[in-house]
């Protein structure tokens, strides 16, 4: 199990290049990606959402990549071979025409500006491309295992969450043993009173009291809850990505629990009830942050 809530850093330096890459996730219902890198880098924007994609399944992803270039990686170093050309001819000019002593060597043409440029790399992404990408798997590597201890941490919570939930339930089916006993003798006096033996037909009478008895016996309700808790701690012994499904389980939880409550007449049954609900919605609080 992995909480959706993570850091991770990674930092490269070499003479060509400087990377520096953060990554932190948050809790999201899908799987969204925020990116801030250099527009230099902009065409890897795919490349490293497939690269995290295949780590992660949920979360909103934020990344930073900072980075610098340097010796090759800065472009290639042209020489201007038409205004060397030009300047040589003026040299020359200028030598003969007013008779300077002296060869014309390097420390002329270097003295002009853009006689040396720099020409960008129009596929520096590319090249830079697998540094950068063991850097960002360093700094996932870091961010997964916060993840990881982070969710570990969940799973201890919600395991203790939910055996309550099993024991309450435990509680509600004993009482509701008793209080439909209780409920039937209640009924069958009450109804002797209201009405007339010698009338009312008594097989009539019984079937509709258990009827009504019926109506409020809560044991399929009480089944359908335990089994439920049941599916819900299998998933938290799952690997992968389970936040989803477990949120699924949590509103058919919910809607027995709420069943329950209204079709139980007994006041511990309601009160046990109304813990159980809290409980269940704990639990769908921390399950919020799990992939």
């Given at each position: 199990?992995?909480?959706?809530?993570?850091?991770?850093?990674?930092y490269?330096?070499?003479?060509?290049?400087?990377?520096?890459?953060?990554?932190?996730?948050?809790?999201n219902?899908?799987?969204?990606?925020?990116?801030?890198?250099?527009?230099?880098l902009?065409?890897?924007?795919?490349?490293?959402?497939?690269?995290?994609?295949?780590?992660?399944?949920r979360?909103?992803?934020?990344?930073?990549?900072?980075?610098?270039?340097?010796?090759?990686?800065?472009?290639?170093?042209?020489?201007?071979?038409?205004?060397?050309?030009?300047?040589?001819?003026?040299?020359?000019?200028?030598?003969?025409e007013?008779?300077?002593?002296?060869?014309?060597?390097?420390?002329?043409?270097?003295?002009?500006?853009?006689?040396?440029?720099v020409?960008?790399?129009?596929?520096?992404?590319?090249?830079?491309?697998?540094?950068?990408?063991?850097?960002?798997?360093?700094?996932?590597?870091?961010?997964?295992?916060?993840?990881?201890?982070?969710?570990?941490?969940l799973?201890?919570?919600?395991?203790?969450?939910?055996?309550?939930?099993?024991?309450?339930?435990?509680?509600?089916?004993?009482?509701?043993?008793?209080?439909?006993?209780?409920?039937?003798?209640?009924?069958?006096?009450?109804?002797?009173?209201?009405?007339?033996?010698?009338?009312?037909?008594?097989?009539?009478?019984?079937?509709?009291?258990?009827?009504?008895?019926?109506?409020?016996?809560?044991?399929?309700?009480?089944?359908?809850?335990?089994?439920?808790?049941?599916?819900?701690?299998?998933?938290?012994?799952?690997?992968?990505?389970?936040?989803?499904?477990?949120?699924?389980?949590?509103?058919?939880?919910?809607?027995?629990?709420?069943?329950?409550?209204?079709?139980?007449?007994?006041?511990?049954?309601?009160?046990?009830?109304?813990?159980?609900?809290?409980?269940?919605?704990?639990?769908?609080?921390?399950?919020?942050?799990i992939?």
């Amino acid at each position: 199990m992995n909480s959706m809530t993570g850091y991770g850093k990674a930092y490269f330096k070499d003479k060509k290049q400087i990377i520096g890459i953060e990554i932190s996730s948050v809790n999201n219902r899908f799987l969204e990606y925020a990116i801030r890198l250099p527009r230099e880098l902009g065409s890897l924007e795919l490349k490293i959402k497939e690269l995290i994609g295949t780590k992660i399944q949920r979360g909103k992803i934020n990344i930073n990549i900072a980075f610098e270039e340097s010796g090759s990686v800065a472009g290639n170093l042209v020489l201007n071979k038409p205004l060397t050309k030009e300047i040589y001819y003026h040299l020359k000019a200028l030598k003969k025409e007013y008779k300077l002593e002296g060869d014309i060597d390097i420390n002329h043409f270097l003295s002009f500006p853009d006689i040396l440029k720099v020409e960008k790399c129009n596929n520096i992404g590319e090249q830079i491309w697998p540094q950068l990408k063991k850097t960002i798997n360093k700094a996932l590597s870091e961010l997964l295992s916060m993840r990881l201890r982070e969710g570990a941490n969940l799973k201890k919570d919600i395991t203790v969450r939910t055996k309550k939930l099993l024991a309450d339930i435990a509680k509600i089916e004993k009482l509701s043993v008793i209080n439909r006993q209780i409920h039937n003798e209640r009924l069958t006096k009450k109804l002797g009173e209201l009405l007339n033996r010698n009338v009312v037909n008594d097989s009539r009478l019984e079937e509709e009291i258990a009827y009504l008895v019926e109506r409020s016996d809560i044991t399929e309700e009480c089944v359908r809850f335990r089994s439920h808790v049941r599916q819900f701690q299998s998933a938290i012994k799952q690997t992968g990505p389970v936040g989803k499904k477990m949120n699924f389980i949590l509103q058919e939880l919910n809607r027995e629990s709420n069943t329950i409550g209204s079709k139980a007449a007994n006041n511990e049954i309601a009160s046990i009830t109304v813990e159980i609900k809290e409980g269940v919605e704990q639990i769908r609080e921390q399950i919020q942050n799990i992939e």
